[in-house]
């Protein structure tokens, strides 16, 4: 089955404390990209990936770090994550940049006490 | 910079009432428009992709069409399984290579029994 898989699915953690949220898709993907998702402000882009070793920041990077090692990898990393950073966070990859169409993992709640 | 207003927030339909979801946008060139469906706890699934003003694209009781300025989601003889927030997103073009999406905040559907 075609799917993009997160984990954890949920995650409470405290200021400052390293945590990582993995991505992973099995549709040998080219793009893949990270969204923060808060109420009434929509989906917002934090970074996007266009292949591996490719990685490009979205338009809330700040405090957010991504690597691209293997094609089918995407992880999310929060050096020293704060409270502003508590959010809903989606992974999701289509098949190139053109986003004909996006495929999303089912989501990571994030609270940072 | 682009915009996507989506409007209303929320909308509270009985069953079989017919309705409209508005997407308004503003982009420096379209290359595409996208709609979602958002079920709770889930992330976004791929509904259509339109490109050019007088675009519609249909599926089940779901119709989207697209004009220069903005996109209506009409939905015919809702049931209660089509709630759901449903999403909006635009992308343009920018010397020949598309850009990031742009998401709206979503409307809010709900149809009830």
């Known amino acids: 089955e075609a799917q993009v898989t997160q984990n954890p699915r949920y995650l409470i953690t405290v200021t400052g404390k390293k945590l990582t949220v993995t991505c992973s898709q099995n549709?040998?993907?080219?793009?893949m990209s990270w969204y923060r998702q808060d109420p009434g402000l929509g989906l917002r882009q934090i970074y996007y990936s266009m292949n591996v070793e490719v990685t490009d920041k979205g338009d809330v990077p700040e405090g957010y770090k991504v690597s691209r090692k293997e094609k089918r990898n995407f992880p999310l990393i929060l050096e020293s994550p704060s409270p502003n950073q508590t959010s809903l966070y989606f992974c999701?990859?289509?098949?190139?940049?053109?986003?004909?169409?996006?495929?999303f993992g089912s989501g990571t709640q994030l609270s940072v006490l | 910079e682009d915009q996507v207003t989506q409007s209303p927030e929320a909308l509270r339909l009985q069953e079989g009432e017919s309705s409209s979801l508005n997407c308004s946008y503003t982009v420096s060139g379209l290359r595409g428009l996208f709609w979602y469906r958002q079920d709770p706890g889930k992330g976004p699934e791929f509904l259509f992709t339109l490109y050019s003003a007088g675009e519609e694209k249909e599926k089940e009781r779901l119709k989207a069409t697209l004009t220069k300025k903005e996109s209506f989601l009409h939905i015919t003889a809702p049931k209660p399984e089509d709630s759901a927030t449903y999403l909006c997103a635009v992308q343009a073009l920018t010397s020949g290579s598309a850009r990031q999406l742009t998401f709206g905040s979503g409307t809010q559907l709900t149809v009830l029994p």
């Open positions: 999701a990859s289509s098949r190139d940049n053109r986003h004909e169409k996006l495929f």
């Open positions: 549709m040998n993907h080219e793009y």
